[in-house]
């Protein structure tokens, strides 16, 4: 069993920056690809961006690719997406998620993902 719990969030303007959070609680962590999808309102959820479990190898949405950075501290249970350059398309709920295998590959389906946060919200105003 893994516990996501995400924070950061907030409203910002466009061209800000926001750090996202998420701390994981339970069994094997750092064993796990991470990923972070996001939901806007009347939309489907989709993925923004995944690390493999050692931290070497990063995906990223084209969408968000060059202004967004996903990184992880497997010693403090934590991954980090750093947003820079937002945009208020980039407004919606954000979600850390956890495979429920471990050594998986950095997956983009969120049926790939077993163990979701309760999100966090990020609002870009322009």
């Known amino acids: 069993q893994v516990q996501l719990v995400e924070s950061g969030g907030g409203l910002v303007q466009a061209g800000d920056s926001l750090r996202l959070s998420c701390a994981a609680s339970g069994r094997a962590f750092s064993s796990r690809a991470m990923g972070w999808f996001r939901q806007a309102p009347g939309k489907e959820r989709e993925f923004v961006a995944a690390?493999?479990?050692?931290?070497?190898?990063?995906n990223y949405a084209d969408s968000v690719k060059g202004r967004f950075t996903i990184s992880r501290d497997n010693a403090k249970n934590t991954v980090t997406l750093q947003m820079n350059s937002l945009k208020p398309e980039d407004t919606a709920v954000y979600y850390c998620?956890?495979?429920?295998?471990?050594?998986?590959?950095?997956?983009?389906?969120?049926?790939?993902?077993?163990?979701w946060g309760q999100g966090t919200q990020v609002t870009v105003s322009s």
């Open positions: 690390i493999t479990w050692s931290g070497g190898r990063t």
């Open positions: 998620a956890a495979p429920l295998i471990s050594y998986s590959p950095m997956w983009t389906g969120t049926y790939k993902y077993h163990y």
